[in-house]
């Protein structure tokens, strides 16, 4: 059993770990503060990603800068309309064995790393959107009627462009729902563009240091689900999910913005994803306990992509991230 | 650690026994405003007397409160708030919330522990009155204000009656004295009557001694059987004077009319001119008629002298019948007290159709309407009535419409011819009516309908 003394031990460790991918992720990435502790909050939480930005952003960047600082494996896929689910499970190939004998050999896809950068995912068919997606759910994938296990820690990042819709396959809402967080990638500002061409432009950055391991990840994952959570703060986190919603099920805590324009508020998979964030983020921070402002500072990107809104909402040009704001605002801490 | 756990539990605990206090505080306010506004507004709805002017306020603060306890009672979700809001100020980020949460399931995790020595730690120094002092809103801020205007209005307001009579009682000795004191002050200085000036005022302070202490209705009638002796003797010490019980009242005040006329009259005729016009003031020539004296064989010097000595003498006489009324009603009034308590005490039920109201007052009922049929009286407020120039217009009305006052008699009219001439009456009447209409007695709509009156009866005749 453990002691207190471990407890802050975890804690301060944690949150010692988690300042220093920071700072060691400052020194390729310019900006993106949030972004990376978003997705090491995805990371530690077993979540995955979906990742919208225009082109040139340094996504691809960013994820391959943290399999490098974690030291786990990572791989790219660039997803197009002609990618087949073997191109990402991999497939069987025929092979000889020591004896001659012709075999059915197992040739494993990327997405046995660690880390999957799913490059617009959207630019696939929803065949092969769907074998990752599978992928994403049960870790792991079935080849020829024989299941491989995907190594964990197991991530994907997947993106989405989202100027280019011409030739695209929207991913469904019920597979969007599995992601557990969906993170914009907003331009940089003038002085950050400033310091990416100073960074970019000048001799390259030394390697990153490992900092964290899988094994250090999963302790970490382990810990996040054994963060306490007071019924007050809870009830806060259902109440907020409750308010997305439009129709009756709101038990009269319905938000009137969200009455208007949300055809289907948050699944029951948006709560859970909201409270692990929440979970996470206070272990990062160096508390033993969930707040009020954890969970506020995780509802957009746990809740932007299950809010699904009206006609009227896309005419009048409400966004998810707008009802959110709302329903943060209207929703009291405490009933 | 259990050191800690239960000085958390503690230093919380007096935390939200702070937060019920003000709660019950806040209710408390709130009953108490709400109380004091429906004390402000009972006296525009209903008339009330000092005395029961405590009741409504009293009534509605104990109506209220418990239904305001029951609706805002301590809750779950209350406690949650006190501690939610302690979390916000101390920046603890709910710290506290979940403390208090472990210490309430007894949580011995070992996490559990860290939170509750975290939380610990950062509330030794908690003062909650510090932190949370009392806050009394808009409503407490308006207590004080509330209380202050409705105690004017309790002593200052004449909605509200005279203190010891409540809704429904006639209003006691002292009260009727002190009314009574009052009207005869006015009067008596309108009329200039030293003596029944004098009296007047005694008879106040006797009322205002008996309402402030509270005097007993008998020990008020010893007093003012004191008062009526002290008066027949100085109506006895005065003597008759000149006129006798032939000269009446407005005899007496046409008189004292004549004689400033005549004193006019002295004052701007040139020579003899001020005899022929005297001699067209009736109560003066009959005076001189009295005393075998004519107004053309006096001087202007005699005349003069004539006129100081009647004006004294009518003056005199006024004073003194002044004071006869007064030892009346003060005879009336104890008989009344008197009276009542015979009431009160062999007829309890207060069936009075033999004797009628004691106090002269017509009681309301059938053929208390003035201008309807006996019986009629529908207690429906009347419309104001149509009044056309040159016609006979009848005002009705009935006993119990606003406010009234008067003193009233109770005798039976003795057979014979009446000592007054109807133009008499009549002018008498007259001049009450427009003394009456200089007042705020009257509503300004009706004093118009109460002129013309009149001078359709002057037309009549």
Redesign the interface.
Known sequence: ????E???QRIARAGRSFAEVKAEMARRIVGHEALIEQVFIALVCGGHCLLEGVPGLGKTLMVRSLGEILSLSFSRVQFTPDLMPADITGTNLLADDPSGRKIFEFQRGPIFANIVLADEINRATPKTQSALLEAMQEASVTVGGKGHHLESPFMVLATQNPLEMEGTYPLPEAQVDRFFFKLLLEYPGREELSRIADLTTAAPPGALREILDGAAILEIRSWVR????????KDYAVRLILATHAGPETDGSGVEIARRFVLYGSSPRGLQSLILAAKAR?LLSG????????IRSVVTPSLRHRVILNLEADAEGISPEKILAEVVRQVP??? | MDADRAALETRLSRLLGWEKRKRCEAILTVALFYALLGALAVPLLVSVSRGWAWVAPVAIFILLTPCLYLARRWRD?DT??A??AL?RALHL???A??AW??LRRNETQ??????L??ASDRLKNLDARALFPRSWGWRGWLLAPLALLWLGMLYFDPRFEPQGAGPGQPPSLSQNLREFARRLQEKAQREGLPRTLEAARELERIAQRGMAAGTTDEQIRSELAGIKKKLAAERNAAGKGAFGPADSRQQLEDLRAEVEAARELLKQADGEAWQDRLSGLKQIEKQLDRQGLSARALNRGEMQAFLDKLEQAVAGELDRRSLQETEQFLQQLMQRGQGLQRDARGRPDGNREEDGPDDGKREAGPGATAGEEPGTNTGKAQPLPDVKGGLRTQVKGSIGEGERSGIFFKGKPAPGTSGLSQDEVIASYRRQAEAELNTEKIPEQLKDTIKNYFLSLEKAQ
């Open positions: 059993m453990d002691s207190v471990d407890i802050e054994e963060v306490p959570l007071a019924e007050t703060v206070a508390r033993p306990n969930v707040s009020f402002e954890d801490e405490v009933s | 979700r949650a708030r501690l939610a979390d980020d709910e710290r919330t979940t949460e472990f070992a996490v559990a522990l860290l939170v020595r975290q």
